[in-house]
């Protein structure tokens, strides 16, 4: 599958776009820079968005999306998460406050977007995927996402602490091509990135432990202004062992 990299950082600054990722031109793993960075015709393209949490710096986009693509689609765009991450964003984003509610507001062919909450830890078919919802440790209720197409595996994990199931299903998953995981501050802050549910280089260490097999490791959600420090970090405590996700860069998994 092709998994492109609209923006990866952990804040949002001139070079440094807000965690999106699309794959296969149809599915978009959050939303933070995706209608920054995709044209018009691109975001009405995409049938499916998964969210990893309620957090801005990966919801946003969805309220600029939902916007853009009226009248551009024959169905609506399908917005995906566990059950308690679909409900904030209702109660708290699309709440016809902070913004309007789309799921209510219809175009000549139905609602902008639909929310479909999915079961945790079990396979739901989206299309060519197989998504599988996995909670990790984060301040608000937040999940990594198993993605499967065509016998291969990627898992894509959202902000997280320190967690174990998610190894787990790491270490089970058939033919996963790669693991995309947080890394947010150095680990000099590392009181700030466990209040905070994040991790840091050190606490990194400690869960690619528990990882347990050789799959290629790609790090986002650098906060902008820590980057040079924590690659610094990861270099020393990693080598080559950990790679960077380079933004507008795609992979093919
Ligand atoms: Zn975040
Ligand atoms: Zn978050």
């Known amino acids: 599958m092709e998994y492109r990299v609209l923006g990866c950082f952990g804040g949002e600054a001139p070079g440094h776009g807000l965690s999106s990722f699309l794959l296969d031109g149809t599915l978009l793993i959050d939303t933070g820079s995706a209608t920054a960075v995709l044209d018009l015709p691109s975001q009405a393209r995409i049938d499916s968005v998964l969210l990893t949490h309620s957090h801005l710096d ?23 998460s566990i059950e308690p991450v679909l409900d904030g964003l209702k109660a708290s984003l699309l709440n016809n406050i902070v913004w309007p509610d789309f799921t209510e507001i219809v175009d000549a062919h139905g609602p902008v977007l639909t929310f479909q909450s999915l079961p945790e830890d079990r396979p739901t078919r ?16 937040c999940v990594a996402y198993l993605v499967e197409r065509e016998g ?3 898992l894509h994990i ?9 190894w787990q299903v790491a270490r089970q998953a058939r033919d996963l091509r790669g693991v995309v995981v947080e890394t947010s501050f150095p680990s000099r802050l590392q009181g ?15 869960e690619l432990a528990k990882l347990g097999r050789d799959v290629p490791v790609f790090v986002y959600h650098l906060k902008p202004q820590f980057v040079a420090e924590i690659l610094r970090e990861l270099r020393d405590r990693f080598g080559s062992g950990v790679r960077i996700l380079e933004q507008g860069a795609t992979y093919e998994f």
């Open 58 to 80: 990966h919801s946003r986009g969805l309220a600029h999306l939902a916007d853009n693509v009226f009248g551009l689609r024959r169905v609506p765009v399908a917005v995906y």
């Open 126 to 141: 989206l299309g060519a995927f197989s998504i599988t919802p996995v909670r990790v440790h984060h301040t608000v209720a």
């Open 152 to 154: 291969r595996a990627l």
């Open 158 to 166: 959202g902000d997280t602490g320190p967690t174990d199931q998610v």
């Open 192 to 206: 700030l990135a466990e209040a905070s549910g994040h991790l840091t280089p050190e606490t990194l260490e400690g």
